[in-house]
């Protein structure tokens, strides 16, 4: 059996030090020989741009490219926020998502019985959440053109956006939402502005257009202001949401808080060859960088989606989440998912507990 090779880009801020936790799980499963893995280093964001004064390269791009899955932690920080828009390390992801065409975006919220009381909502709102985001990331106005600032004639500054979604573009993402639906509870709440917008008119439209095709699926829509609102009132009636690029961060930042910390969970980001990146749904964090206080679990939990979804290793991906379950019910915490009553582990502590109780669970 050939050696799956995953590219591994822990980026910037608290990036290396989730993704050396994730590092210790690998080497778990790869020393067990259940799955055969190799991984390599690669650079992203403001690493790759103090190297080669770019956020991505061509190089990364090809490593991507060749590899089966893409690992990355974060990235972003202050020293690189006052560099050209095109430098930042923010366009280095962007860049990224890009170059793989990874469209398909899948953001789960699930809530962990133990964590009820870390949610800044009530227990009874969030108790026994799981729904999942799909979120359209390579379009939208993200990406659309024109874009820039232009000084108009009055001599005053104007900056410019464009939002637009093609009917390929709402397609392919429909389909993977309707298939995604279709492993879960067969309800898709599909979210856009169509009140105000011509784009999300379409979006509407090709939504329903494919929802033909999934006869099971319950198709709903709401506008993007009412599921915020839906979100934070009720959010154990969605199952899974679609959306663009925008509403889609915008929405799964949200989501992520009803279910105590955004340092819980993970995402994945797929192309239509099935190749897929897997990173945690939150930032660099610099504020706490380097200071042990980020919560490694977002990141454990994005290996559990790439065994999943991009090494067909679905036993794995069961244990590995498991094993998070376990250090949980431990009482282990770190800053973010602490009650009064817990001592507050540190991010690697936290990683050596989720391999302890991933060999135990072997
Ligand atoms: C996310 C992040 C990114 C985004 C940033 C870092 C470019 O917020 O993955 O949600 O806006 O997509
Ligand atoms: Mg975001």
Avoid at 192 to 207: G, H, I, P, T
């Amino acid at each position: 059996m050939t050696a799956k090779n995953i590219l591994i880009l822990p980026g910037d801020g608290i990036g290396p030090e989730i993704i050396d936790q994730a590092i210790k799980v690998l080497t778990v499963l790869r020393d067990e020989k259940s799955v055969a893995l190799t991984w390599e280093l690669g650079l992203i964001g403001g690493a790759s741009y103090d190297k080669f004064a770019q956020p991505f390269t061509a190089e990364t791009l090809n490593q991507a490219k060749q590899a089966d899955a893409v690992l990355l932690g974060a990235v972003g920080g202050y020293q690189w926020d006052n560099l050209p828009r095109e430098l930042r390390p923010e366009k280095g992801l962007l860049a990224l998502r890009a170059g793989l065409g990874l469209y398909a975006n899948l953001r789960p919220a699930l809530l962990y019985p133990m964590l009820a009381s870390a949610s800044t909502l009530r227990a009874d709102v969030v108790a026994g959440l799981d729904l999942m985001i799909v979120r359209e990331l390579t379009g939208g106005i993200y990406f659309g053109q024109p874009r820039g600032i232009r000084t108009l004639e009055n001599g005053e500054q104007q900056g410019f956006n464009t939002l637009v979604y093609s009917e390929s573009e709402i397609q392919r993402i429909a389909h993977m939402a309707f298939k995604t639906a279709m492993k879960r509870q067969n309800r898709l709440c599909s979210v856009d502005k169509a009140n105000v917008l011509e784009s999300s008119q379409l979006w509407r439209d090709v939504m329903e257009t494919v929802a033909k095709d999934y006869p099971s699926v319950e198709l709903s829509h709401l506008y993007v202001d009412n599921a915020a609102m839906q979100l934070v009132l009720n959010p154990k009636q969605f199952d899974v949401m679609v959306t663009g690029n925008l509403f889609g961060d915008i929405l799964s930042d949200c989501a992520a808080m009803l279910t105590g910390s955004i340092g819980m969970l993970p995402s994945a980001s797929m192309n239509d060859k099935g190749q897929g990146m897997y990173e945690p749904i939150h930032g660099s964090a610099p504020d706490i960088a380097g200071k042990g206080l980020a919560n490694p679990l977002a990141t454990i939990l994005s290996v559990a989606m790439m065994l999943r979804y991009s090494l067909q290793q679905s036993q794995w991906a069961d244990r590995l989440e498991q094993a998070v379950v376990a250090v949980l019910k431990q009482g282990l915490r770190t800053a973010d998912i602490q009650n009064t009553d817990q001592a507050v582990v540190d991010t690697s502590t936290m990683g050596d507990a989720v391999v302890t109780a991933l060999r135990e669970l072997a």
